[in-house]
């Protein structure tokens, strides 16, 4: 089966793929707000009926919130079969006065940099999962089959939690395990490189209290003389890092493995300019570790970082105490080989040796999950790198995402099976703000992606 008259199939379709997807657009599939639960049922209802007019054997599956849409269809034995993911619920869209078109009246407008779509989910994620139900309708329509074996599993919950998600993947976990989970909710590198993210950052979360005196004191009776929980925290809290950024917490860096070569040299090929993603926020000086470049800081190398910090008195005016305790709320982002709950203790032990009489220290845990990494010796990494570079102006890069996507770590840790995460977002998509777009090309592109990949991956 050949692949030419597949992608010149999605060129002259192109309008009526648009059109398709402004019909699901215009279902308000708001899945926080009880009030747009029939949309969401809806929207369900919607891909069911346009999967199973392509063929495929699709149902819409109910669960104690929104429904999951699956569909499985046919394929060549010999060939991998994917498990495809997209959300069809949507962000709310207030304030709706800043919009410059109702959030659900989806319409194409032209724009200095291009053609886009406009509406909310556009972009996420209505927009990006249809690039690759267009992708098949193409395939089938100038070949009857697919090159691969191809199911999906569509959430609509994703924005609100997926409080659903977990217990539904564990009790089909046999219907949705293939051999590579796709996932198509992320974006582009800059404006032309595609990415496919292999690396998720982990997280843990801790609350540390330093105690002290048995209540608030008076720094005029007792300044000098007694201890100062604040003083203490701060000293903690300066200890976490060397004046080179690495983090000081015993064994922390024992299971971080070297970036491997292949993959640095592809970071470094994709120009990433430091000081205009810092200049964005007003600052300029990468400050993590110094002997790492910046996309290393945010992708590969895990950080410690201090997220709040309360004590004493804080409000207006003046008032001398000396506060009973002071907390502070400190998170680890973890990349692979690191155990959360090791950091965890580590930590703590950190804490503790830095006590001085008279102080005691509680903790509350927020969070511990792994970071993920994918094992892009699996062909089908190879397959769509090639596929991806072979449809846009610059090649595919294995990207890292320095934060976390739950979906992907699910894939692995319920199903054990890899998933790859491919968009075609871009940064200016006003992703869960007003006046959210897609832009037609990304739209156009991201379709013909998905049928060059599916035909590598035969
Ligand atoms: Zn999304």
Redesign the pocket.
């Known amino acids: 089966m050949t692949l030419a008259p597949v992608l010149d199939q999605i060129d002259q379709d192109l309008d009526t793929a648009t059109e398709r997807l402004f019909d699901l657009l215009r279902i308000p599939s708001i899945s926080t707000d009880p009030a747009y639960k029939e949309d969401c049922d809806k929207a369900a209802d919607w891909l069911v009926n346009e999967l199973s007019d392509l063929g495929f054997e699709a149902s819409k599956r109910p669960t104690p919130g929104h429904p999951m849409v699956v569909a499985h269809g046919e394929g060549p034995d010999d060939a991998p079969h994917v498990l495809f993911y997209g ?1 069809y619920d949507v962000q709310p869209v207030d304030p709706l006065e800043l919009w410059d078109n109702p959030p659900f009246e989806p319409a194409l407008e032209d724009t200095p940099k291009g053609k886009v779509l406009r509406g909310r989910g556009t972009s ?2 209505k927009g ?1 999962l249809m690039t690759f139900v267009e992708a098949c309708r193409a395939w089938l329509k100038v070949h009857g089959k697919l090159p691969v074996k191809v199911s999906f599993f569509f959430e609509g919950e ?2 609100s939690g997926s409080p659903s998600l977990v217990p539904f993947m564990q009790e089909n976990a046999a219907e949705l395990k293939t051999d590579i989970a796709l996932i198509c ?1 992320t974006g582009l590198f800059g404006e032309e490189t595609p990415a496919i993210v292999t690396r998720l950052r982990g997280l843990l979360g801790e609350e540390i209290t330093i105690h002290g005196p048995s209540k608030d004191l008076h720094s005029g009776m007792y300044g000098g003389i007694s201890i100062n929980p604040t003083r203490v925290l701060a000293k903690i809290i300066a200890d976490l890092h060397d004046e080179t950024g690495r983090i000081q917490v015993p064994h922390f860096y024992d299971d971080v493995a070297e970036l491997p070569d292949d993959i640095k040299a592809q970071w470094d090929a994709l120009g990433f300019d430091a000081s205009q993603f810092l200049g964005e926020v007003g600052l300029s000086v990468p400050a993590g570790e110094q002997d790492r470049t910046p996309l290393e800081m945010i992708w590969s190398r895990p950080t410690c970082e201090v997220n709040g910090i309360e004590a004493g008195y804080t409000g207006d005016g003046f008032k001398t105490v000396l506060p009973a305790q002071a907390t502070a709320k400190i998170s680890f982002r973890l990349v692979s080989g690191q155990d959360p709950f090791a950091i965890r203790e580590n930590f703590r032990a950190f804490v503790e040796s830095r006590l001085p009489e008279d102080c005691t220290v509680t903790y509350k845990p927020h969070g511990a999950s792994p970071a993920g990494e994918m094992v892009t010796s699996n062909p089908a990494f190879k397959a769509a790198q090639k596929a991806l570079s072979d449809e846009w102006p610059r090649p595919a890069a294995f990207v890292g995402c320095g934060g976390s996507i739950p979906i992907a770590g699910h894939f692995k840790t319920i199903l054990d099976m890899d998933a790859m995460l491919i968009g075609f977002g871009k940064d200016d998509d006003q ?1 869960h703000s007003p006046n959210e777009k897609y832009d037609l090309e990304c739209f156009h592109k991201g379709i013909r992606s998905w049928a060059r990949v599916l035909a590598e991956l035969a």
């Open positions: 959300h996420d994620d990006q994703e924005e909710d992703l």
